[in-house]
């Protein structure tokens, strides 16, 4: 708008109609743009404003009369002024965000926690990067629980971001929580998990219109048992990934599955869990599609599975994670745009001591 009007007045200047007085309409230029563009924003305007008074003076030979110069000063004010109260306003709209931010990653921590360094056969670290989109909480879910059956674990995608998204991940997240210790078999943990949601939404004005039609939340449930193996049940969500001396493969179902909320697009869901090989020495990546999708400004995905054999074997998992959010970071020159939820999981033998790091962790 600022320089619209600056438009306008060089139009009527530059024409027959300039016998209509500008100056007001100019002096307007540095001051609405103090409200809406910020300091550089009204640098720019008050520059053209000033540009153009002494393109139109030059024009109309008017140099030397008092109206160009009550002209000048009226801007130089106005432009002063409005440089000031520019600063004030970001300043405090960056003191309002940096509130509300703290407000949502307050609200996140207390529905998503870190999970324990030592469980059972499997040594565990997380990681949680919301993206840099505002103060948006996002719909990441992860959680790793020592259970009579073995370390079960958890990572999901809600659809879409806010309030309606942190809801359905603590549904979720209550549900597993609570089943994992209870139920002998893993399909039943994802089932409990969904009817939870099925619930949820079942409430009315719990959600919004577009929710109910669109929502849906990709899970993956796995389960390490004292065998060495690992039994996944997977609706919808990327596959993990397992680093088997030095190499790493995605654990691809045999058949795709719906997400949850999406169960009637299915006509046979399964019974059981997918079962792979999980060894001592093996390390098992559970993720959200943030990592996967995550682009450089040439717009070339982040490959994982590379970037995982890459990291040296001799790290522990809180490190492993570190250098895999060091290396995403520097693929998308730390512009994420979506959330980044992961999961990393050690196999060793039962009643193998932690290495050193893991025992100062506890």
Request: overall charge neutral; proline content about 6%; some cysteine.
């Given at each position: 708008m600022p320089f619209l009007i600056a438009l306008a007045v060089l139009v009527i200047e530059l024409t027959p109609a300039h016998f209509i007085y500008t100056g007001p309409f100019l002096t307007a230029?540095?001051?609405?743009?103090?409200?809406?563009?910020?300091?550089?924003?009204?640098?720019?305007?008050?520059?053209?404003?000033?540009?153009?008074?002494?393109t139109t003076a030059t024009y109309n030979e008017a140099w030397g009369t008092l109206?160009?110069?009550?002209?000048?000063?009226?801007?130089?004010?106005?432009?002063?002024?409005?440089?000031?109260?520019s600063g004030a306003v970001q300043a405090r709209?960056?003191?309002?965000?940096?509130?509300?931010?703290?407000?949502?990653?307050?609200?996140?921590?207390?529905?998503?926690?870190?999970?324990?360094?030592?469980?059972?056969?499997?040594?565990?670290?997380?990681?949680?990067?919301?993206?840099?989109?505002?103060?948006?909480?996002?719909?990441d879910l992860y959680e790793a629980v020592?259970?009579?059956?073995?370390?079960?674990?958890?990572?999901?995608?809600?659809?879409g971001k806010g309030l309606s998204a942190?809801?359905?991940?603590?549904?979720?997240?209550?549900?597993?929580?609570?089943?994992?210790?209870?139920?002998?078999?893993?399909?039943?943990?994802?089932?409990?998990?969904?009817?939870?949601?099925r619930r949820e939404v079942a409430v009315p004005g719990a959600y919004?219109?577009?929710?109910?039609?669109?929502?849906?939340i990709t899970?993956?449930?796995?389960?390490?048992?004292?065998?060495?193996?690992?039994?996944?049940?997977?609706?919808?969500?990327?596959?993990?990934?397992l680093l088997h001396r030095g190499s790493a493969t995605p654990l691809v179902p045999p058949s795709p599955l719906p997400p949850l909320g999406l169960e009637d697009l299915a006509t046979d869901l399964p019974a059981k869990a997918e079962s792979y090989p999980f060894v001592p020495g093996?390390?098992?990546?559970l993720y959200t599609d943030g990592v996967t999708e995550a682009r450089d400004p040439e717009g070339e995905f982040f490959a994982l599975p590379e970037n995982m054999e890459e990291i040296r074997t001799d790290t522990s998992p809180s490190e492993f994670l570190e250098h895999l959010h060091d290396a995403l970071l520097r693929h998308t020159e730390d512009d994420l745009a979506d959330d980044v939820a992961m999961i990393l999981a050690d196999r060793h033998t039962i009643g193998q001591e932690p290495l050193p790091h893991e025992a100062d962790a506890r």
């Open positions: 230029v540095p001051a609405l743009a103090a409200v809406t563009m910020g300091p550089k924003g009204t640098a720019a305007a008050t520059a053209l404003a000033l540009a153009i008074s002494a109206q160009v110069y009550t002209n000048f000063l009226a801007l130089a004010l106005v432009s002063v002024a409005g440089f000031i109260t709209r960056r003191r309002e965000l940096d509130q509300v931010r703290r407000i949502a990653v307050a609200a996140q921590e207390v529905v998503l926690r870190p999970v324990p360094t030592r469980m059972g056969p499997v040594s565990a670290g997380s990681l949680c990067l919301a993206a840099g989109t505002g103060a948006r909480v996002g719909g020592e259970t009579p059956y073995g370390v079960r674990m958890i990572v999901g995608d809600v659809r942190v809801r359905a991940v603590a549904v979720v997240l209550g549900a597993f929580r609570e089943a994992v210790h209870y139920e002998d078999e893993l399909v039943e943990v994802m089932n409990r998990c969904a009817a939870a949601l919004t219109e577009e929710v109910l039609l669109e929502g849906f899970a993956l449930v796995a389960q390490v048992p004292d065998e060495p193996v690992v039994q996944l049940v997977n609706r919808g969500h990327p596959p993990p990934l093996d390390r098992l990546l």
